[in-house]
């Protein structure tokens, strides 16, 4: 028996019919690395909404496509990133 969800790690069992009455199949969420750093230090970090406050600033996010902004006073960047489960992204901003 296969298991798939976006956003999760492939679930695999074995099971014997009509032995096994009660199947259980445990999804793991694919969760990536972002590091978001800037110059000078202290930049203010949202993700999705969500303050994550001044970088630099590590977060562990489910994969998939996340709206990321950093923000200096009047200086802002907003992008789109793709995070791969169980992978590592860096973003650095230099003002």
């Known amino acids: 028996l296969v298991a798939e969800l976006a956003g999760y790690t492939l ?6 019919v009509p032995v096994d009455g009660n199947v259980f199949l445990p999804l793991v969420r694919t969760v990536g690395v ?4 800037s110059e000078p230090s202290g930049s203010q970090v949202t993700v999705d909404g969500k303050d994550y406050g001044p970088a630099p600033v590590t977060l562990h996010l489910p994969a998939g496509s996340h709206h990321l902004t950093i923000s200096d006073g009047d200086r802002r960047h907003d992008e789109t990133i793709e ?5 590592v992204h860096t973003r650095t901003f230099r003002w």
């Open 11 to 16: 679930a695999r069992k074995i099971i014997q």
């Open 34 to 37: 972002l590091l978001v750093s």
């Open 83 to 87: 995070i791969d489960g169980e992978g």
